[in-house]
């Protein structure tokens, strides 16, 4: 079974920085492709950012390329999402997933496990 737990949300302006970790159980970043993706009110669950199994290749939505950067931690089983230049529309509940069967993921449904997320809002 897959464990994932999110923290460091929290409330910022717009242009603030925050960074999001996710723990996870032991040897799920090996075995799964992994990623964050987020849920706006109202709005569809929606990619933000993979990684492959390899930890090597990230993968980006349009919307936060070149502001978000996904990384992990191996040896501490935990991944991040560093989000910079935050937006208004950036607030969501974000949320850390494991995909079962894939080398990387990039939409929402092809994720298996998910974490309980974590609140992002971003004031103008």
């Known amino acids: 079974q897959v464990q994932l737990v999110e923290s460091g949300g929290g409330l910022v302006q717009a242009g603030g920085s925050l960074r999001l970790s996710c723990a996870a159980s032991?040897?799920?970043?090996?075995?799964?492709?992994m990623g964050w993706l987020r849920q706006a009110p109202g709005k569809e669950r929606e990619f933000v950012a993979a990684i492959d199994r390899s930890g090597r290749n990230t993968y980006y939505a349009d919307s936060v390329k070149g502001r978000f950067t996904m990384s992990r931690d191996d040896a501490k089983n935990t991944m991040y999402l560093q989000m910079n230049s935050l937006k208004p529309e950036d607030t969501a509940v974000y949320y850390c997933?494991?995909?079962?069967?894939?080398?990387?993921?990039?939409?929402?449904?092809?994720?298996?496990?998910w974490g309980q997320g974590t609140q992002v809002t971003v004031s103008s």
């Open positions: 032991e040897h799920t970043f090996s075995s799964y492709g």
């Open positions: 997933a494991a995909a079962e069967g894939y080398y990387y993921a990039t939409q929402a449904n092809e994720y298996t496990y």
